[in-house]
């Protein structure tokens, strides 16, 4: 049976063993030769009805009614079988018919869970990328205020210093005259020599004290560079030597830094931004020798397109976990209060700026390497 | 659509009978088994489970065979009611030639008969046919029951349908399920005959068609 609507024949409801069975116990019954059959022959045949359609015959040498009953008998088997692959037929093509739909609904499913997954997706990857513009902004932002006010402190501080400290030292230059002036004036063997000569020593210990606040006061108004605009040409030897002369007038024992500094071409950069993030370097290295050891600072030009700056100290290094935070915004190590944890961060902002990479490395107890590569040309 | 062999003469159409759950369209084939007296009838194939409910579907063959020759054979089939068995009322409707929409006259049962006929409407739609060229014969069943619709509402809500007048009919008492029968052969007369021409190529006209397929012998059972 094809559908449950086709009219079956015979042989689509009864297989030939049946029919043999059928025909076989009919006979039985009878206690004459019948047949069931799907053609009538040429013989005596009764028809086998089925939804009104002939579909097959009764034959045998027999009385009519005794083939009519065996028809009917048939009949109501037929029936009954027709009955089962009615409901056998439609219940399979209704179950297909249900698992398509549901194959479909699955598909059709699946289809929009992929849609929303690579939606939400895109979304997280967009979320994150804003995430991160907000994030340097707001460092910059944070960078470019904190730069601003240590620039305006330190070119008002040089400028305060500056005047008093030119008075002062002309006149102890002055006064240095005079001794000469009262030393000649002096009867030899005056009670006032000694004083004499030890005031001498007083002016010039003040002379040596008020040059060295002098240089000081000129490597603030370097560092601050305020009067300096955007990107200039810096010259990075000099830059990185006032920054380590600030750090090591910052340091109570100043440390002992020797340098190798090669030959370098001035690169395009801001020259404040530059000495902040060098002076930041140093200034860590410095407090990482507190206890003992030794800064090494190198510059190199490794090639036509790089200058290369190392920072090397022998002091307490850095373990693994914290070198992972090291460059985090106020990641810090030291008690609260000493340090702000924004050291490196700027200083990696200011080289990333300016194109450049910043790399550490460390040992604990060893020490650590820093090493900075900035380009030679503005790209 | 009707299904027609050429060679051995051979028109068969399709009738189904559809409905909201129990509104008795089983009762309603059963009531045409026992009172129409057609040339030919089959054995009524009645396909229920448990508790009497259609589980797929129940058939009733009859047939007539006019003068020229032509065998026509009407398949009378009814379809599962309840909302779960929707393939199964698909599968039965698809290719139909006439429906017999069996609804319940009873108050509480108006939304599930909305609700059927809604389906029978999108059913069609999914087998392909149209519900405005469909004939379809609407009967609300079970008018010997109490709280049920009254008969002017039903007529006045079916006016402007091209369904219209609604057969009243109780199928458990026996009266108007051969004039619901009779109604659809009408309408399914037209459609046919536009089709296959049974006026002028076999001699049928629509009186011979209602009244043999629908031969009651006797007296039609009226409310």
Same mark, same amino acid.
């Given at each position: 049976m094809r559908d449950f609507e086709h009219d079956p024949s015979l042989a689509e409801l009864l297989d030939p063993k049946a029919i043999s069975q059928l025909s076989t116990l009919l006979s039985s019954l009878a206690d004459s030769e019948l047949q069931l059959e799907s053609s009538a022959g040429s013989g005596p045949a009764t028809p086998v009805e089925l939804n009104l359609d002939t579909i097959g015959w009764i034959t045998g040498d027999n009385p009519e009614p005794r083939r009519r009953a065996a028809a009917s008998l048939v009949e109501v088997v037929l029936h009954y079988v027709y009955k089962y692959r009615l409901a056998a037929n439609l219940h399979r093509s209704t179950t297909e018919a249900s698992f398509q739909a549901l194959e479909r609904q699955n598909e059709a499913l699946r289809q929009s869970e992929t849609r929303y997954r690579e939606l939400a997706e895109s979304l997280q990857d967009r979320v994150d990328s804003q995430v991160e513009v907000i994030r340097q902004a707001q460092q910059e932002l944070y960078e470019s205020a904190r730069l601003r006010a240590v620039g305006y402190l330190a070119a008002g501080v040089a400028h305060e210093i500056n005047n008093p400290i030119g008075f002062i030292k002309s006149n102890l230059k002055v006064a240095n005259e005079y001794v000469d002036e009262l030393e000649e004036a +002096? &009867?030899?063997?005056?009670?006032?020599q000694d004083t004499l000569a030890d005031f001498r020593a007083l002016l010039e210990e003040s002379l040596a004290g008020s040059t060295r606040i002098a240089s000081i006061v000129a490597d603030l108004k370097a560092f601050s560079s305020i009067d300096q605009g955007e990107y200039v040409s810096c010259n990075i030897n000099q830059l990185l030597t006032t920054a380590m002369h600030l750090v090591q007038t910052s340091h109570p024992d100043a440390p002992e830094m020797t340098t190798t500094l090669s030959d370098l071409p001035d690169i395009p950069g801001h020259a404040a931004r530059l000495s902040q993030a060098l002076f930041n370097v140093l200034d860590n290295a410095a407090k990482a020798v507190e206890d003992g050891g030794t800064i090494a600072v190198q510059t190199r030009h490794t090639n036509a397109d790089t200058i290369r700056i190392e920072v090397t100290d022998t002091g307490c290094g850095i373990d693994a976990q914290s070198l992972d935070h090291i460059f985090d915004p106020f990641f810090t190590t030291r008690q609260v209060g000493s340090g702000t944890g924004l050291g490196l961060t700027v200083a990696r902002e200011t080289i990333t700026a300016h194109q450049g990479s910043i790399d550490i490395t460390s040992d604990p107890g060893q020490g650590t390497r820093v090493v900075i590569e900035l380009p030679a040309k503005r790209k | 659509m009707a299904d027609f062999d050429e060679d051995q003469k051979k028109l068969v159409l399709k009738i189904v009978f559809y #409905? &909201?759950? +129990?509104?008795g369209k089983t009762t309603n084939l059963m009531q045409l088994h026992s009172q129409l007296t057609p040339e030919r009838m089959g054995e009524l194939m009645v396909l229920e489970t448990k508790d009497d409910r259609t589980l797929f579907f129940d058939m009733l063959p009859i047939g007539m065979r006019s003068q020229s020759g032509l065998d026509l054979r009407l398949k009378l089939y009814t379809v599962p009611g309840q909302v779960q068995h929707d393939s199964t009322r698909k599968a039965v409707l698809s290719r139909a030639d006439g429906v017999i929409f069996v609804a319940d006259s009873q108050r509480a049962q108006q939304h599930n008969n909305a609700v059927s006929f809604d389906n029978l409407d999108q059913n069609l739609q999914k087998v392909g046919i149209d519900i405005e060229s469909l004939p379809i014969a609407l009967q609300f069943n079970k *008018? =010997? +029951? &109490? =709280?049920i619709v009254e008969e002017a509402t039903l007529r006045e809500r079916w006016k402007?349908? &091209?369904?219209?007048?609604p057969v009243m009919a109780s199928a458990l008492q026996g009266y108007g399920i051969i004039e619901t029968f009779q109604v659809l052969l009408e309408r399914l007369f037209v459609t046919i005959d536009a089709e296959h021409g049974l006026n002028c *190529?076999? #001699?049928?006209d629509k009186a011979e068609f209602v009244a043999r397929l629908s031969n009651a012998g006797g007296e039609v059972h009226h409310a």
């Open positions: +002096l &009867p030899e063997q005056h009670t006032c | #409905g &909201p759950a +129990l509104s *008018r =010997d +029951l &109490p =709280d402007s349908t &091209p369904w219209t007048p *190529r076999f #001699g049928i």
